[in-house]
């Protein structure tokens, strides 16, 4: 700004603009920050205490007893520590992400059992993931936890998992687990919405079989390269774009209606249309930028009865034989309930690919 437009700066834009500065700097001078008055920089909202982005460093003690929200997100706060969390018995909600937690002594939440939602995203709980289990392990009443971005492995995340029975919202994603087995979620019998996104999972074996009550599961950006055998009956949406998907194949001798509604199978490597479930409520089906292009030539030859067994040789050139059933009947019985198919960013011709779809268009 030249010092001539400062001259014709209207004194009435100067002034408020004088006056905020000035406040400005009487406020940070009575307020420094080595004194730490952690109440004043908290704003409550009802039982409700916002102490967001206050560079606090340990937890504020002096607020009223009666709290049920307590919110300390983006601060600098290293460690949870014994009872730190005592003179808030009534508290239901913590959310303590992004601070550079990495300890939770044992007895942090002795007096504050009645956690329901806790929110420790974004830390270093791989640090001490051990205490941090025996801590969580008292709050019995937990539904929702989230616990990602903590440099967490499957072992890691297995142990803390440990007992906790209660959970009904598990967020896992951003972690570094490779390989799921059964043993991880064995006690999470309430879990209804599980997210995964984000690791490095390579394989998964019968990990979500015992969680009868999953109806979400994100298993998005991962590196899996194939979904075979499945059989979540009650599982609502599936979420498996950006893996490396070539097979998606339904558990197949199944009688059970499957509540699945959303199979998100986008940027996989999908060679074949996925084997859904016989019996589906399937409506949105996702499977943009794939490879479905294998269809393209052989779709050309009328003498090909779509509605019975196929077999494919010499996909793919000279790489691989793959002999394979498809298109029998039963295989994509639920597709008649489809609302969205989404076959964008094939390779090929998938129009083709449509028109071999007897169930989906025969009925039309
Ligand atoms: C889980 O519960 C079982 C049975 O009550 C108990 O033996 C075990 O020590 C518990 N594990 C943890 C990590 O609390
Ligand atoms: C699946 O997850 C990806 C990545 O988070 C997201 O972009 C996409 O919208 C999700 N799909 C559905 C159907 O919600
Ligand atoms: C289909 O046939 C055309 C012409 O013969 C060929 O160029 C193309 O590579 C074939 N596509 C596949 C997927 O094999
Ligand atoms: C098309 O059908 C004819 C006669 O059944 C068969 O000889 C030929 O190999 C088929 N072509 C393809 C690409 O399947
Ligand atoms: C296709 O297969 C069905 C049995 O799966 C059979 O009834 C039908 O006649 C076949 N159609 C042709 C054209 O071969
Ligand atoms: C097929 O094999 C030849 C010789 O081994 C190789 O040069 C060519 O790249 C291969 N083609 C494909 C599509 O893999
Ligand atoms: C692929 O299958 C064909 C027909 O069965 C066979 O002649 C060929 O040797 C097989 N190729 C490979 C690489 O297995």
Known sequence: MQPSDDAKMPLAGFIPFLLCFTLGLMWSLLTPASCHPQQALCRLASTTALCNNCQ???????????IAELQLNNNHIRTLQSRCLSGYPALRILKCASNLLDTIEADAFLNTRHIESLSLA???LFTRYRQTGQALHSLTHLRTLDLSENGLTEDMASFILE??????YLSLSRNIMLRL??????????LRELNL?????????????????????????????????FRLTQLVELNASYNAIEWFISHQDMEET?????????DNKLLFFPFLPTYSRIRNLLLSNNRLRFYENLTDNGSQNWTTTVQFFNIKGNVSNVTANLWDETLHGGISTLDLLDLTGNQGRVTQVLSTLPVLFGET
């Open 258 to 266: 499957f509540h699945l509604e959303t199979l998100d199978l986008r």
């Open 163 to 168: 007992n906790m029975t209660s959970l009904e």
């Open 56 to 66: 606090l460093s340990s937890l504020p003690r002096d607020l009223p007893g009666n």
């Open 197 to 229: 996104e984000r690791n490095m999972l390579f394989e998964i074996d019968w990990a979500f079989d015992h969680l009868q009550k999953l109806q979400r599961l994100n298993i998005a950006f991962n590196c899996l390269p194939c979904l075979t055998n």
């Open 181 to 190: 087995d059964m043993d991880i979620f064995r006690d999470l019998h309430q």
């Open 122 to 124: 974004d830390n270093k």
